[in-house]
């Protein structure tokens, strides 16, 4: 027999089994998915850290915040962005363009925003947007921790791939 065929029959005749036994296949598919997607989700929680946004598109508003019980946000805005992303909140891509929207206010804890903006419950941050041309920045602590236990493989933000 050719020695690429038989290797094929063999590597095949393991997944059979491996499906055969249920749970196996699966553990193992844990453990090769968290091999080949460590350094992209190290890179994409770096990434993270920092959200630095430049906006275009009407709106008027403004915030600030100091962590989730210190913050203010007035206004609305819908816009496009180009920049770092920031927080992902959820496995995405963090692509270094989009939409960034919001409407409404928030004092502290009582927020009555529509956003689709992820923010980091321990962030520091500020944004506005005036007439067609905004910024948002923020500095998300909650996400720095997420990049020293990543390394130990612990998704603390629960946005690993």
């Known amino acids: 027999m050719n020695k690429k065929v038989l290797i094929t029959m063999v590597m095949l ?3 059979l089994c491996a499906l055969a036994a249920g749970t196996t296949g699966t553990a193992e ?3 090769v998915k968290s091999v080949v997607f460590y350094l992209p989700n190290r890179l994409f929680d770096v990434l ?3 959200r630095l946004r430049l906006r275009v598109g009407p709106g008027l508003s403004a915030g600030a915040s100091a962590t989730e019980v210190a913050d203010v946000f007035v206004g609305a805005h819908t816009s496009m962005y180009v920049g770092l992303r920031g927080s992902r909140g959820k496995p995405q891509i963090p692509w270094p363009f989009g939409i ?3 409407s409404g206010a928030e004092i502290s804890v009582i927020d ?3 956003s689709n903006v992820y ?3 321990l962030g520091f941050g500020a944004q506005a947007q005036l007439g067609i041309i905004g910024i948002n920045f923020a500095f998300n602590v909650y996400d720095m921790l997420d990049v020293l236990t990543g390394f130990v493989l612990l998704d ?3 946005d690993d791939f």
Do not use: F, H, L
Request: hydrophobic residues 40%; glycine residues 10%.
């Open 13 to 15: 005749t393991g997944m």
């Open 29 to 31: 598919a844990g453990v």
């Open 48 to 50: 993270d850290i920092v």
């Open 100 to 102: 960034d929207n919001r």
């Open 112 to 114: 009555e925003t529509q």
């Open 119 to 121: 923010a980091d419950p």
């Open 156 to 158: 603390i933000a629960k």
